[in-house]
């Protein structure tokens, strides 16, 4: 515990001083839900809706922090120690790599809650935004989208030769997803051909269960996304914890 | 006495060029062990096989009687090392390195303790960054020294260091051998060897070529000083051919 506490506050500090995150995982989301409040207004999603266009693409900005911190952020910040032999130098200590990879998730779990939590309140007093459905389930889904994503991410740090190859996946995976899964850009209003490809991403998929969370949707259009993340999730965790290395 | 470092028969190659080849080492406790040898003779892949960070192809290397595969959490809370390269985290400051190095331990030394010691107190809040390559050195032998070891690696130990620092680092070292500490170096200056070592071990293109006390290197050889004598045992071949 005193380990994992020390480790938490010195790389927390590490990466606010980085100031990288704070940009593309908090400030990015707060300025797009004000651009689409701005937009949309208080338009409805479509005519004889019963919530606006706003609140259904409100549920996807949580997305854009959490696909930040997880396929640009942890991928970039593990194959970094690694390449600067920092992970070398852990790997001479009783540390044990779940512990080095945790601090890690944690401290970009943070930074994604930090950023739902202003985008939340933003929404909510500039643009009148209230969630109609369930929290709880909100939240649950916003968890599960969570784990999914980061897994891609250490994943991706994981097994990446070097940091060079590690940031070129990291951007394959990280600027698609963030156009076009509905992050940013409201899937709603894509071209049928757009979407269909946009549905192959896993951010898309979780989009659509926090919207259908949060809009309290039907739980028969959530059964699909919601074993989609899961069995990813578990390939990728076990992949990542699988061939961690070192150097 | 109790063999802290046990090294029997190691051999290690990079693609089928071999590093090391049937290495043997035996470091009592409490005694200063030296490993010599040009750039490139193995001295860092023998280390590295030891520590575990390199899988050897064969041969056993066991610290306190620990495998450092099988044992690695239960070795490293009893081992210090110190790397020949210098990895820190970018834009850390010396005593947060401190910190949460120190935090791997569970019974450490106080880091600010050792930072006194070696004269770096007053850099503490500076980024690593921004300290010169002989403080950057002490930093990193204090960090070696933090989880209050039975046994250090240092590699390279002194290297980049002004003389007076040179002193103090013996000096510190020396007295925790009389408390019992077992070290384990590697180094360049034949000074500090004559000084601090108890054996040391010549490696030659992965070979070893002697292995012993420095009074017996100096001896087995025909020159009167530690330094003629281990160039004599690193380039035979080389005065072969020309007598």
């Not at chain 1, 927390?12 to 949309?40: E, K, N, Q, W």
């Not at chain 1, 852990?90 to 950023?115: A, E, G």
């Not at chain 2, 500076?126 to 002989?134: K, P």
Request: a neutral charge; hydrophobic letters at 45%.
């Amino acid at each position: 515990m005193k380990t994992f506490k020390t480790m938490l506050k010195t790389e927390l500090r590490l990466s606010l001083r980085g100031m990288d995150m704070v940009i593309f995982a908090i400030c990015m989301p707060l300025v797009i839900t004000i651009i689409l409040g701005i937009i949309y207004g208080k338009r409805p999603a479509f005519e004889g809706a019963s919530y606006s266009f706003f609140a259904q693409s409100f549920a996807a900005m949580p997305a854009i922090s959490i696909c930040a911190g997880g396929v640009m952020g942890l991928p970039l910040v593990v194959s970094d120690y690694r390449s600067k032999r920092i992970l070398k130098r852990f790997q001479v200590t009783p540390i044990s790599p779940i512990m080095i990879l945790l601090v890690q998730v944690v401290i970009y779990t943070l930074y994604s809650v930090v950023s739902f939590l202003t985008t939340y309140i933003t929404a909510a007093i500039f643009f009148g935004y209230q969630m109609n459905g369930s929290l709880g389930e909100f939240l649950g889904g916003y968890f599960l989208v969570l784990i999914t994503i980061f897994s891609i991410g250490m994943m991706v740090g994981g097994i990446s030769p070097n940091t060079k190859i590690a940031s070129i996946i990291a951007s394959l995976l990280y600027f698609p997803m963030l156009i076009f899964s509905g992050a940013t850009l409201p899937y709603e209003v894509m071209p049928a051909g757009l979407q269909k490809i946009a549905d192959l991403m896993p951010l898309t998929q979780g989009i659509k269960l926090l919207k259908a969370a949060s809009l309290g949707v039907a739980v028969d259009h959530v059964l699909f996304p919601l074993i989609f993340l899961v069995v990813l999730a578990i390939i990728c965790i076990t992949v990542s914890i699988r061939y961690f290395r070192w150097e | 006495m109790e063999i802290v470092i046990h090294v029997k028969q190691l051999c290690k190659s990079y693609h089928n060029i071999p590093a090391v080849e049937n290495v043997n080492i035996e470091v009592p406790r409490g005694t200063i062990f030296g490993l010599l040898g040009a750039n490139g003779a193995g001295k860092s892949t023998t280390i590295e096989c030891i520590l575990g960070t390199k899988k050897p192809d064969s041969g056993i290397a066991t610290i306190l009687g620990m495998n450092p595969f099988a044992d690695r959490k239960k070795l490293f809370e009893r081992v210090g090392v110190q790397f020949q390269e210098a990895a820190y985290q970018e834009k850390i400051t010396v005593a947060e390195l401190c910190e949460e190095i120190q935090s791997l331990y569970q019974n450490p030394t106080d880091y600010k303790d050792l930072l006194k010691q070696f004269g770096l107190f007053e850099k503490s809040k500076n980024m690593i960054s921004e300290l010169s390559g002989g403080q950057k050195q002490r930093l990193f032998v204090i960090l070696a020294l933090i989880p209050n070891p039975e046994v250090v690696f240092l590699d390279e130990l002194t290297t980049g260091l002004d003389t007076k620092a040179k002193r103090d680092v013996w000096k510190y070292l020396m007295a925790l051998k009389e408390k019992g500490l077992t070290i384990f170096l590697t180094s360049h200056s034949m000074e500090e060897v004559s000084i601090l070592c108890d054996k040391i071990c010549i490696l030659k293109k992965g070979n070893t070529v002697f292995y012993g006390t420095v009074e017996e290197a100096i001896e087995s050889s025909p020159h009167q000083n530690l330094e003629e004598a281990y160039l004599w045992y690193s380039e035979e071949e080389f005065y072969n051919e020309n007598i």
